[in-house]
């Protein structure tokens, strides 16, 4: 699986779990989702992850958390 389009379900952060098992992903969309950066960092060491698509800012991440994850790792995208 490369792209995967999660947006508007119930998953959160413990759901990552097997997200990351998907050593192939590219492109993940969490729009509307309980997903908050915890769990999106459990998905950074995916070296093919691309772009991660999340609704920005939130009650669950800010754009200063957002911030930090960009300069953490540049190669992935993150988009609101």
């Known amino acids: 699986i490369e792209h995967l389009g999660l947006q ?6 413990s759901s990552m779990d097997a997200v990351r098992t ?3 992903l590219r492109k ?4 509307s989702t309980k997903v908050t ?8 060491h995916l070296k093919h ?3 991660v698509e999340a609704t920005l800012p939130s009650e669950l991440i800010s ?8 300069r953490r790792y ?3 995208r993150f988009v609101a």
Not at 28 to 31: A, D, E, F, N, V
Not at 63 to 70: K, N
């Open 8 to 13: 508007e379900t119930q998953v959160d952060d």
């Open 22 to 24: 998907l050593t192939n």
């Open 28 to 31: 993940l969309g969490l729009k």
């Open 37 to 44: 950066v915890t769990g999106i960092e459990k998905l950074v």
């Open 49 to 51: 992850l691309k772009e």
């Open 63 to 70: 754009l200063d958390s957002i911030a930090r994850l960009a």
């Open 74 to 76: 540049p190669n992935c």
